[in-house]
Nanobody
């Protein structure tokens, strides 16, 4: 079955960086567009970044220029490099694979 396992979350001060990873299994990863989403307390889940099977990327306006999504098809892993973190980036970050598979999430907390 499909499994998505996120890692790399934690507590960081504002202005710091974190790198999230999502290891995928049970899918043809190299042919799959992947996404990162996040859900802050009391808010709806929102798109953070997408990467197509061919490596094209798309970002939410709120993270453009600060976050970078990438993929390593040899490792079946998608990454989210997060720089210049802000307190408003605090959320549980989820990895998504087509068509509607989700990981359990990893918590990112940014302190001011």
């Amino acid at each position: 079955q499909v499994q998505l396992v996120e890692s790399g979350g934690g507590l960081v001060q504002a202005g710091g960086s974190l790198r999230l990873s999502c290891a995928a299994s049970g899918i043809i990863f190299s042919r799959s567009g992947m996404g990162w989403y996040r859900q802050a307390p009391g808010k709806q889940r929102e798109l953070v970044a997408l990467i197509s099977s061919g490596g094209m990327t798309n970002y939410a306006d709120s993270v453009k220029g600060r976050f970078t999504i990438s993929r390593d098809n040899a490792k079946n892993t998608v990454y989210l490099q997060m720089n210049s973190l802000k307190p408003e980036d605090t959320a549980v970050y989820y990895c998504k694979a087509p068509t509607d598979y989700w990981g359990k999430g990893t918590l990112v907390t940014v302190s001011s």
